[in-house]
C-alpha cells in the first residue's frame, strides 16, 4: 500500500508559473501526473519511470517539467507559461510492480487555477 500527499496548487495569473508535489510513502516504478476538470475525464499529463525517462502530454511539453527524487520518494511538476486551460484538479499517480502485476495509487489532488 503506498500513501500519496500532494501539495502545491493554488491560484496564478496566465503565464505564471506554480510547483506542484506529491510525496510517497513507498518507492513506486512510475509516477505520473493527471488532470481533471468538472464533467471531464481525468487526463495523463505528465509521467516519468526510473530517474529519467519522461513523458509529456502534448498540450504542456515544453511548459512542463515532471521530476523525482528518489531518496524522499517525492515527484515534482513544474508547470511554467500556464493558461487558464490549465486550469484543473491535478492528481499523482503512483505505479508498482509486485510479481508482475500493476498497481495505480491516487493521491487525494491539489487543485490549481489559471486567471485570465
Known amino acids: 500500500q503506498v500513501q500519496l500527499v500532494e501539495s502545491g496548487g493554488g491560484l496564478v495569473q496566465a503565464g505564471g508559473s506554480l510547483k506542484l508535489f506529491c510525496t510517497a510513502s513507498?518507492?513506486?516504478?512510475?509516477m505520473n501526473w493527471y488532470r481533471q476538470t468538472p464533467g471531464n475525464e481525468r487526463g495523463f499529463v505528465a509521467g516519468?519511470?526510473?530517474?529519467?525517462?519522461?513523458n509529456y502530454a502534448d498540450s504542456v511539453k515544453g511548459r512542463f517539467t515532471i521530476s523525482r527524487d528518489d531518496i524522499t520518494n517525492t515527484v515534482y511538476l513544474q508547470m511554467d507559461s500556464l493558461k487558464p486551460e490549465d486550469t484543473a484538479t491535478y492528481y499523482c499517480?503512483?505505479?508498482?510492480?509486485?510479481?508482475?502485476?500493476?498497481?495505480?495509487?491516487w493521491g487525494q489532488g491539489t487543485h490549481s487555477a489559471v486567471s485570465s
Open positions: 516519468i519511470i526510473g530517474g529519467s525517462s519522461t
Open positions: 499517480d503512483a505505479v508498482t510492480v509486485i510479481d508482475r502485476q500493476y498497481k495505480n495509487y
Open positions: 513507498g518507492r513506486a516504478s512510475a
